[in-house]
């Protein structure tokens, strides 16, 4: 009897921390199933007021690109071909690259969103941060050197309807490595290592960790339901703690969908009493130009990266079916066009199915 009274007033603490915490309209979840050598996968929502029209860009090696529009900002030709999807077609949010890393922005504030320190060093703005790790790096490792060393972040506002100025990173490679990026009032702050596994919004990392300590002798009756983002990061990390080994590829990208589907949201969830839903809407929402899509908050889209096998999955809200790229079927050459998968969250509409590749259209 005394340890289950320990274990309840354990639970209970943790919920009323919880509760102390920030929810958020933009209540992304990340996952990663790490645990099975041979089957890295990860996968994320995005729940927002909107489905941002994504787009699914293709890019090959020997591209330039730049990392924003400070006169400082980095310069570089890719030196790994990637699949991304940029949100309006503008904002690099989500992708993997064909040497098998992932990375994923979210949302996220806390306090001054531009770094610091690393004065002198080139300014690495939002907009460029998925682009910069993708086209350069193979590995979480070497990603993590670059951005502690070489760069200087900050996360800068562009006119579309999805928050580019209010985001952490996460990233994970093919060896199951993992890297979590946040800025802290103006602290850059990396949590690396397996362990790292959900990224969801505010708080911290460290703090949603000290959250999740809390939880670590809990039954699945105690594990909160909510949206917030303490509740999601406890409930995806429990989720992933009990994935069995998968027998095939399919399996494991099954595993972890069901984890982040887990932790999603059926569209027209109405806004938070704390206005915070409501106040994001009007900052980005005045820049929406496809509205009918708009459905209230929900979880819009999800991909899933397949870093063991070269595949990137995309299921949009408004289809039951799901589409994919293999990466075994690109080409990434230097001399290849660019391509792009414009308005991809329509596939159903339009009825296509499985790859999509074909329907990559080339820049002029």
Same mark, same amino acid.
């Given at each position: 009897?005394?340890?289950? @009274?320990m274990k309840s007033t354990a639970v209970l603490l943790g919920l009323t921390a919880g509760a102390m +915490?920030?929810?958020? %309209?933009?209540?992304?979840? *990340?996952?990663?199933?790490?645990?099975?050598?041979?089957?890295?996968?990860?996968?994320?929502?995005?729940?927002?007021?909107?489905?941002?029209?994504?787009?699914? =860009?293709?890019?090959? *090696?020997?591209?330039? #690109?730049?990392?924003?529009?400070?006169?400082?900002?980095?310069?570089?030709?890719? #030196?790994?071909?990637?699949?991304?999807?940029?949100?309006?077609?503008?904002?690099?949010?989500?992708?993997?690259?064909?040497?098998?890393?992932?990375?994923?922005?979210? &949302? $996220?504030?806390?306090? =001054?969103?531009?770094?610091?320190?690393?004065?002198?060093?080139?300014?690495?703005?939002?907009?460029?941060?998925? %682009? $910069?790790?993708?086209?350069? +790096?193979? !590995?979480? /490792?070497?990603?993590? /050197?670059?951005?502690?060393?070489?760069?200087?972040?900050?996360?800068?506002?562009?006119?579309?309807? $999805?928050?580019?100025?209010?985001?952490?990173?996460?990233?994970?490679?093919?060896?199951?490595? !993992?890297?979590?990026?946040?800025?802290?009032?103006?602290?850059?702050?990396? &949590?690396?290592?397996?362990? $790292? #596994?959900?990224?969801?919004?505010?708080?911290?990392?460290?703090?949603?960790?000290?959250?999740?300590?809390? &939880?670590?002798?809990?039954?699945?009756?105690?594990?909160?339901?909510? @949206?917030?983002?303490?509740? #999601?990061?406890? *409930?995806?990390? &429990?989720?992933?703690?009990?994935?069995? @080994?998968?027998?095939?590829?399919?399996?494991? @990208?099954?595993?972890?969908?069901?984890?982040?589907?887990?932790?999603?949201?059926?569209?027209?969830?109405?806004?938070?009493?704390?206005?915070?839903?409501?106040?994001?809407?009007?900052?980005?929402?005045?820049?929406?130009? *496809?509205?009918?899509?708009?459905?209230?908050?929900?979880?819009?889209?999800?991909?899933?990266?397949?870093?063991?096998?070269?595949?990137?999955?995309?299921?949009?809200?408004?289809?039951?079916?799901?589409?994919?790229?293999? +990466?075994?079927?690109?080409?990434?050459?230097?001399?290849?066009?660019?391509?792009?998968?414009?308005?991809? /969250?329509?596939?159903?509409?339009?009825?296509?199915?499985?790859?999509?590749?074909?329907?990559? =259209?080339?820049?002029?």
């Open positions: 009897m005394k340890a289950f @009274q +915490f920030m929810g958020s %309209t933009s209540a992304c979840t *990340r996952a990663f199933l790490n645990q099975y050598p041979g089957y890295m996968v990860s996968a994320r929502n995005l729940d927002f007021f909107g489905p941002v029209d994504p787009a699914l =860009v293709i890019t090959p *090696r020997g591209v330039k #690109r730049s990392g924003g529009d400070d006169p400082t900002s980095p310069h570089w030709k890719t #030196r790994y071909g990637s699949v991304v999807v940029y949100a309006d077609n503008k904002f690099p949010m989500d992708g993997m690259n064909e040497a098998g890393l992932a990375a994923h922005t979210q &949302y $996220y504030t806390n306090g =001054v969103q531009e770094q610091k320190d690393n004065q002198g060093k080139p300014v690495l703005e939002s907009r460029g941060w998925v %682009t $910069y790790i993708l086209d350069n +790096f193979s !590995s979480v /490792n070497d990603a993590v /050197n670059a951005i502690q060393n070489d760069v200087r972040l900050k996360a800068k506002k562009l006119p579309i309807d $999805y928050a580019t100025d209010t985001k952490h990173i996460a990233l994970e490679d093919k060896s199951g490595d !993992s890297a979590i990026i946040e800025i802290d009032d103006g602290k850059v702050n990396i &949590y690396h290592g397996k362990q $790292y #596994r959900v990224m969801t919004n505010p708080p911290s990392i460290a703090e949603q960790m000290k959250n999740l300590d809390k &939880y670590k002798n809990a039954d699945l009756e105690d594990i909160p339901g909510g @949206q917030d983002a303490d509740e #999601r990061f406890v *409930r995806a990390s &429990y989720d992933l703690d009990h994935v069995p @080994q998968p027998d095939y590829k399919a399996q494991a @990208q099954g595993f972890v969908l069901a984890v982040v589907n887990n932790n999603a949201e059926a569209p027209g969830m109405p806004d938070d009493k704390a206005g915070v839903d409501a106040a994001i809407m009007r900052d980005y929402g005045q820049y929406t130009v *496809r509205k009918q899509d708009n459905k209230g908050n929900a979880t819009y889209f999800q991909t899933i990266a397949d870093m063991s096998h070269g595949e990137y999955y995309f299921k949009s809200l408004f289809a039951p079916t799901i589409v994919y790229v293999n +990466f075994k079927e690109i080409n990434f050459k230097a001399g290849a066009p660019v391509k792009r998968v414009l308005h991809v /969250n329509d596939y159903g509409k339009k009825g296509w199915e499985g790859n999509v590749l074909k329907y990559a =259209v080339a820049d002029k």
